[in-house]
Structure formats: structure tokens, C-alpha cells
């Protein structure tokens, strides 16, 4: 007597990947929010750049070039890693803390821009927020991020945005960059490719 064969599970197709932008597009893309930030903050003054690690700190780096090619202003720059201040520490592996750097000049009565790859939920920006309270008293704080991908769980909105990518909640937004990956880009993953 045969028996029948139990079916096969099918290897899960590959997922998608899109270029959503290419190292001159990022460049432009830095250029352009390099610009925004001047009109908006008149000139960069008493302004602050802080990155938001990983790929936060090197954009403000590249900002903060960009303003001095532009305008010849040297905009301080600083580090501000949130790990201890993120709410999901208990659901995720143990993060390393990093430095958190604040520039000479500290952060008491400056603009403070915080500078992220992704606004995705807003928590990472929430983070950032108590974590730069620990640290002084800014004038005032805004946000500039190189891609918005929405679904926000916590009202949140960045004040420079170098593009809004409409995303579904089983998509990623990928962004390497050459100080921390090897190359700039940035990718949309997720769903299966075309067969």
C-alpha cells in the first residue's frame, strides 16, 4: 500500500528591494535639508546638529559640512545616543551605549536639531527627547530626518524631511551610508519580488 507524500513547504519567495535613492540622490538630498535648515533657523544661528546613532551621526556630520560649503558657518555638531532611553530595552537585545557627545558650547538656550536616517513610529525621536532633557535646556528642538516612511505610533512630525516614502507595515526603508556601511543608499524591502 502507498501512502501519499506530504507536500513540500515552497521556499518563501525573495523579498522585493527597490532603490529608492542613489548616492548622487542622497547627496542632493543632504544638500537640499543642508538649505532648509539655513532658511529656517536664519543663518544656523545658536544652532546645534546632534546625530542620532547609527547613521544619524554621520548625516549631521555631512550637514554641518554642507552649511559650511554653503554659508561658510561652522555649526557644532555632537552625538546623542538614546539606548537607555528607548521603551522597548525589555522586548530587544541588549544594545551597547555609545558616547553621547555634546559640542563645547553645550546645548542651554540653542537650537537643537536632532538629525535620524528613519522616522518611522516616532519612539526613536521620543528617546531622543528625554535623553537630550538629561542633558540641558535647549531653546528650542527640531527634527530632521532623510526619509519619513510614516505609520507614527506617537505624534511626531520632523521639521525637514528629505523624502516621504509611503511604506506598508511589512516594508523596510534601508539606509547605508559610506562612514558606517561601505556606500551611500537608500532601499525600500519587503513584500516578494515580480516572478
Same mark, same amino acid.
Given at each position: 500500500?502507498?501512502?501519499?507524500?506530504?507536500?513540500?513547504?515552497?521556499?518563501?519567495?525573495?523579498?522585493?528591494?527597490?532603490?529608492?535613492?542613489?548616492?548622487?540622490?542622497?547627496?542632493?538630498?543632504?544638500?537640499?535639508?543642508?538649505?532648509? $535648515?539655513?532658511? /529656517?533657523?536664519?543663518?544656523?544661528? %545658536?544652532? @546645534? !546638529?546632534?546625530?542620532?546613532?547609527?547613521?544619524? =551621526?554621520? *548625516?549631521?556630520?555631512?550637514?554641518?559640512?554642507?552649511?559650511?560649503?554653503?554659508?561658510?558657518?561652522?555649526?557644532?555638531?555632537?552625538?546623542?545616543?538614546?539606548?537607555?532611553?528607548?521603551?522597548?530595552?525589555?522586548?530587544?537585545?541588549?544594545?551597547?551605549?555609545?558616547?553621547?557627545?555634546?559640542?563645547?558650547?553645550? $546645548?542651554?538656550? /540653542?537650537?537643537?536639531?536632532?538629525? %535620524?536616517? @528613519? !522616522?518611522?513610529?516616532?519612539?526613536?525621536?521620543? =528617546?531622543? *527627547?528625554?535623553?537630550?532633557?538629561?542633558?540641558?535646556?535647549?531653546?528650542?528642538?527640531?527634527?530632521?530626518?532623510?526619509?519619513?516612511?510614516?505609520?507614527?505610533?506617537?505624534?511626531?512630525?520632523?521639521?525637514?524631511?528629505?523624502?516621504?516614502?509611503?511604506?506598508?507595515?511589512?516594508?523596510?526603508?534601508?539606509?547605508?551610508?559610506?562612514?558606517?556601511?561601505?556606500?551611500?543608499?537608500?532601499?525600500?524591502?519587503?513584500?516578494?519580488?515580480?516572478?
Amino acid at each position: 500500500m502507498a501512502y501519499p507524500q506530504a507536500a513540500q513547504p515552497q521556499p518563501a519567495p525573495p523579498p522585493s528591494v527597490k532603490v529608492i535613492l542613489t548616492s548622487v540622490e542622497l547627496a542632493r538630498v543632504v544638500d537640499r535639508i543642508a538649505h532648509q $535648515i539655513l532658511e /529656517k533657523t536664519q543663518g544656523a544661528a %545658536d544652532t @546645534v !546638529l546632534l546625530g542620532i546613532p547609527t547613521r544619524g =551621526a554621520p *548625516l549631521a556630520r555631512r550637514l554641518a559640512a554642507r552649511i559650511s560649503a554653503f554659508e561658510g558657518i561652522d555649526v557644532p555638531v555632537g552625538v546623542l545616543d538614546i539606548t537607555l532611553y528607548r521603551d522597548d530595552l525589555r522586548r530587544h537585545a541588549v544594545r551597547a551605549v555609545g558616547p553621547t557627545e555634546v559640542p563645547s558650547g553645550g $546645548i542651554d538656550g /540653542k537650537r537643537v536639531v536632532l538629525v %535620524d536616517d @528613519v !522616522l518611522f513610529s516616532g519612539r526613536s525621536a521620543r =528617546a531622543a *527627547l528625554d535623553a537630550l532633557n538629561d542633558l540641558g535646556r535647549p531653546s528650542s528642538v527640531q527634527l530632521a530626518v532623510l526619509v519619513d516612511r510614516g505609520h507614527r505610533e506617537l505624534p511626531i512630525r520632523a521639521d525637514y524631511v528629505g523624502k516621504n516614502i509611503p511604506t506598508a507595515l511589512s516594508e523596510s526603508v534601508k539606509v547605508t551610508l559610506a562612514e558606517t556601511d561601505g556606500g551611500d543608499e537608500v532601499r525600500l524591502i519587503g513584500g516578494t519580488a515580480q516572478q
